[in-house]
């Protein structure tokens, strides 16, 4: 993919999320890793004003060249993602609803659904909270994916991550989905969850289909 290509991804991605309603206004953001570094949304433009060159490269050491928009004030969280995790080539970040209201009241999401276990794992475990943007934000961030592809982030939101951002765009819609069905379960007594061993059969079943896909 040119640089030029990633740029327009990312602005078609961004408006995505305000079209489906999974973020609002300057919230949120997205990367791709790139060279040897990154392209990452910039800080405080509405997706309606986005445009493929506001999209930031920010380089591995940290560095924004001159004349570049201000990069995501979240843009250290991803950095600190792509260093940790080489399987990661694009990240989703968004306030949710559904998925901010549980990162809010500290409630991860059980095995309620066997599409829980698009994440990577049998549920989907809350970062601590860490001001938004720090590295302490990164690392508690890592730490609680441990190698999966979505976490929720206390008192603040969600993040996915994938090979390439549609497939982490896919995982942040599901993830939200399932972060609405646990809502709505709350709300008439609670959801009957899916035992351990149904959750390991799905999650490899899933694992199976992602690299079919990959190859072909
Ligand atoms: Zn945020």
């Known amino acids: ?8 991804q990312l602005v078609d991605a961004m408006r995505s999320l305000d079209a489906r309603g999974l973020n609002r206004g300057t919230s949120g953001n997205l990367s791709v890793r790139f060279a040897s570094g990154m392209l990452v949304t910039p800080s405080g433009v509405t997706p309606d004003r986005l445009t493929a060159d506001l999209m930031v490269y920010v380089d591995g050491d940290g560095s924004v060249a001159a ?3 201000r990069p995501s004030s979240e843009w250290q ?13 694009a990240i989703v970040h ?17 095995p309620l659904h066997y599409m829980v276990a698009v994440s990577g794992g049998a549920s989907v475990p809350i970062a601590p909270y860490a001001t938004f943007g720090s590295e302490e934000l990164a690392d508690g961030v890592v730490q609680t994916l441990d190698g999966r592809s979505a976490c929720l982030m206390a008192n603040h939101g969600l993040i996915a991550l994938g090979p390439k951002l549609p497939v982490a765009m896919a995982i ?40 079919r896909d990959t190859k072909g």
């Open 1 to 8: 993919m040119t640089e030029d290509e990633a740029r327009q």
């Open 94 to 110: 968004c306030h949710a609803r559904y998925s901010t209201i549980l990162a809010c009241a500290h409630r991860e999401i059980p």
């Open 172 to 211: 942040a819609e599901e993830i939200e989905e399932q972060a609405a069905v646990y809502c709505g379960t709350l709300a008439i007594g609670g959801p009957k969850l899916l035992n351990a061993i149904e959750m390991e059969r799905i999650i490899a079943a899933f694992t199976q289909y992602g690299q």
């Open 67 to 69: 004349g570049s928009a």
């Open 77 to 89: 969280m991803h950095m600190g993602l792509y260093r940790r995790r080489p399987d990661a080539n």
